[in-house]
């Protein structure tokens, strides 16, 4: 039985826009910074902990977390592109079982626009990195981690509006589908 429908992507959505390609693309390089930090503290590097500030991270447990954590949120930034790409429109064939498929675009507006809301709501302290004390960095350290990680502020944002593009677009294609 085969459960595949065509794997050409909606001929009748719309190209993206050049800003939500870049928007989209950025996503992954403001989560860089901070995931590359966590990976020099997974290899040994105290990253601007005093070294008694750095003992809790060498624990096997804790560098196991911080390379997750590094990897999956690069994951999920990385899953951004798709709402510019073919990929978000039509899964692709090497997927089991679903391969092939056409995406509802409903399916990936949803969560993406949760995601964005829940992005933009767990970094929106990070700007005031510099108001909390930090008693086990290093006073360099303290302003290296503060730097590395604001560029999560626009992970959220960057998200949100990704979303509302490819919601844009696919809504358009919807309603000349619907007229013709």
């Not at 949760?114 to 970094?123: E, F, R, S």
């Amino acid at each position: 039985m085969n459960f595949h429908v065509p794997s050409s992507p909606t001929k009748s959505a719309p190209t993206p826009a050049r800003w939500a390609v870049w928007a989209a693309h950025l996503t992954t390089l403001v989560v860089l910074p901070s995931g590359l930090w966590r990976i020099a503290m997974v290899l040994g590097f105290p990253a601007g902990y005093t070294a008694a500030g750095f003992v809790p991270y060498e624990t096997l447990g804790s560098k196991a977390w911080m390379l997750t954590l590094s990897v999956l949120c690069e994951l999920v930034a990385f899953l951004t592109i798709g709402l510019v790409r073919p990929w978000g429109e039509v899964i692709p064939r090497w997927i089991p079982l679903v391969g092939g498929r056409r995406v509802r675009p409903m399916a990936v507006v949803v969560p993406a626009a949760l995601g964005a809301v829940v992005l933009t709501a767990l970094w929106a302290n990070v700007p005031w990195w510099w108001t909390y004390p930090h008693p086990d960095m290093t006073s360099t350290g303290h302003l290296l981690v503060g730097v590395l990680y604001q560029p999560l502020v626009l992970w959220g944002p960057l998200t949100a509006a990704v979303t509302i593009s490819y919601y844009r677009r696919h809504r358009a294609a919807q309603r000349r589908a619907s007229t013709a």
